[in-house]
Antibody
Framework: EVQLVESGGGLVQPGGSLRLSCAAS????????MSWVRQAPGKGLEWVAN????????YYVDSVKGRFTISRDNAKNSLYLQMNSLRAEDTAVYYC???????????WGQGTLVTVSS | SYELTQPPSVSVSPGQTARITCSGD??????AYWYQQKSGQAPVLVIY???KRPSGIPERFSGSSSGTMATLTISGAQVEDEADYYC????????????FGGGTKLTVL
């Protein structure tokens, strides 16, 4: 059974940093692109970033470029999102998702809440 | 920046057919995907590559795409289908941008 479990969310002050983790199991992690998607309270889904199987390609939504870094450790079956210079508008539930070549984002974790507030 | 446009809300009675549209300039070249999100839960894939249904998704869910518009159809909508639905696709300009539509709240009552 495919499982994605996010952790690392919490309350952080504006300008602060946070590192999110996503532990994957039930599939060959190193064979899939992976993504982070966020959802602000009461708002829609927003793709944040994704990373190729070997980490050689990474893409970001414009609003987080230069502040967020996506990475992965295939030996640990883990996906990460390092978030720096956090802003109030980064407040959201952050989901990790598996990217299947044909089915798109076919599995999602339950999400971790990040709140940026003083 | 690339955008996908959905109606904010759709309302049907149980047993009726619900149609949710998604418009985007790149849809003639790129597949549309549809996600269902019930309150407090993670999104669930219901349609991929315009019209394919993942295993475990009821047959009443179907998808189609023509020109710049993709459509999710729920034939004989059930009360349990009440949820937010999001379309998703990618930009065709080669800049690797991924986009979700704004979401459509489906009410079945």
């Amino acid at each position: 059974e495919v499982q994605l479990v996010e952790s690392g969310g919490g309350l952080v002050q504006p300008g602060g940093s946070l590192r999110l983790s996503c532990a994957a199991s039930g599939f060959t992690f190193s064979s899939y692109w992976m993504s982070w998607v966020r959802q602000a309270p009461g708002k829609g889904l927003e793709w944040v970033a994704n990373i190729k199987q070997d980490g050689s390609e990474k893409y970001y939504v414009d609003s987080v470029k230069g502040r967020f870094t996506i990475s992965r450790d295939n030996a640990k079956n883990s996906l990460y999102l390092q978030m720096n210079s956090l802003r109030a508008e980064d407040t959201a539930v952050y989901y990790c998702a598996r990217d299947d070549f044909t089915k798109g984002k076919d599995y999602w974790g339950q999400g971790t809440l990040v709140t940026v507030s003083s | 920046s690339y955008e996908l446009t959905q109606p904010p809300s759709v309302s049907v009675s149980p047993g009726q057919t619900a149609r949710i549209t998604c418009s985007g300039d790149a849809l003639p070249k790129k597949y549309a995907y549809w996600y269902q999100q019930k309150s407090g839960q993670a999104p669930v894939l219901v349609i991929y590559e315009d019209s394919k249904r993942p295993s475990g998704i009821p047959e009443r869910f179907s998808g189609s795409s023509s020109g710049t518009m993709a459509t999710l159809t729920i034939s004989g909508a059930q009360v349990e289908d009440e949820a937010d639905y999001y379309c998703y696709s990618t930009d065709s300009s080669g800049n690797h941008r991924e986009v979700f539509g704004g979401g459509t709240k489906l009410t079945v009552l």
